[in-house]
Every structure is written in structure tokens, then in C-alpha cells.
């Protein structure tokens, strides 16, 4: 090879490297992005997992870091529950469950030990690709 060739060869492989980098990180960007809109906007997560001040304001800082939950049904509901877990990397949940037991969590409404969660939590049975994107958001979350 020449040195000429080589050079291009060279400034060839970097620009498909750069490319490459480009779609991957693009791709995860636009995952979590999704995941956030599904947890914020559809399902609300953080109504329950977010703890919030006086005035009914979320604690930023908290954001879905566990919340004591506030309402009461107006009927007695078996196996209420008055606090939400933290649900972020960090938390005692996570770290029992891992990646793949949250999302099968939110897939099959199942913990990993197969026991359903309490109400007020909601039994999610969501598309695979959409817990996938949900726990992609979530692991965000420092
Ligand atoms: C209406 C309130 C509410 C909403 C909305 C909610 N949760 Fe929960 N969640 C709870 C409560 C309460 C618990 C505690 C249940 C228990 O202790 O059995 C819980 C528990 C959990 C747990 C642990 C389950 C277990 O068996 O230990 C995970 C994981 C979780 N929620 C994730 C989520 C995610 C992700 C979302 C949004 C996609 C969400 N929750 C939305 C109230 C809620």
C-alpha cells in the first residue's frame, strides 16, 4: 500500500466510526427520550414515586426517588399500600431487580419472584420495547 491509500483508508475507517457512533448514540438518545415520555406523560410514575412539598409541587431533587402516597380510597382496598419505592438505579428495588427484572416487571406486572405489587401501584403490561425504553429513561436518573 501506498502511503496515499493508506491515509484514505484511514480517514475512511474514521468516518465510519464517526457515523457509527453517530447512529448508536442517536438511537439511545431517541430510546430514552421515548421511555421518558411514556413514564412522565403515560403513566406517571412520579405521581406516586415523587415525593412532593406542602403546596403539591414535586421535590425535583426526589424525582422518583419514593414518595409516601397521600390518597386513600374511599372504600378499604385489601393490601393498600402508603408509600412508593425508590425507583431509580440506586434504589433498594433496582439493585434486587436489575435491568431485566424491571422491565419484565413492567411487562408482566410480576415481580421477580413472581408476586404482583401492591395498590395503589398499577399492574403494567407493557410492550416489551416499552418497558425497555422506560428503564432506559429511569437508569438516567442519578
Ligand atoms: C398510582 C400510584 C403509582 C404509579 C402511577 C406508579 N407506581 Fe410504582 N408503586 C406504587 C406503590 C404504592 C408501590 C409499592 C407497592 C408495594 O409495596 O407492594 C409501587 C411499587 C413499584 C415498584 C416495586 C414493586 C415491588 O413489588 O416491590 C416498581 C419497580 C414500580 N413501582 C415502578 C413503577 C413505574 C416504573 C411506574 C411508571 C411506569 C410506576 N411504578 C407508577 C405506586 C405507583
Known amino acids: 500500500m501506498d502511503s496515499m491509500y493508506k491515509l484514505r483508508f484511514a480517514l475512511a475507517a474514521i468516518a465510519g ?6 447512529l448508536a448514540f442517536g438511537q439511545d438518545d431517541a430510546v430514552i427520550t421515548r421511555g421518558k ?5 403515560v403513566a406517571r410514575c412520579q405521581d406516586c414515586h415523587t415525593p412532593k ?17 397521600s390518597v386513600m380510597p374511599a372504600a378499604p382496598v385489601t393490601g393498600w399500600k ?12 433496582w439493585k434486587r431487580w436489575n435491568d431485566e427484572g424491571m422491565i419484565n ?5 410480576k415481580s421477580p419472584r413472581g408476586g404482583k405489587a401492591g395498590s395503589p401501584m398499577p399492574t403494567y ?9 422506560i428503564v432506559a429513561f429511569l437508569k438516567t436518573i442519578q
Open 82 to 93: 402508603s408509600a412508593a419505592p425508590d425507583i431509580t438505579p440506586n434504589g433498594a428495588v
Open 37 to 41: 415520555y411514556l413514564a412522565e406523560e
Open 17 to 22: 466510526l464517526a457515523v457509527f457512533a453517530l
Open 53 to 69: 412539598m406542602d403546596n403539591g409541587a414535586y421535590i425535583r431533587s426526589q424525582w422518583m426517588k419514593g414518595s409516601t402516597i
Open 105 to 109: 416487571f413492567l411487562v408482566t406486572g
Open 125 to 133: 403490561n407493557l410492550k416489551k420495547e416499552d418497558a425497555e425504553a
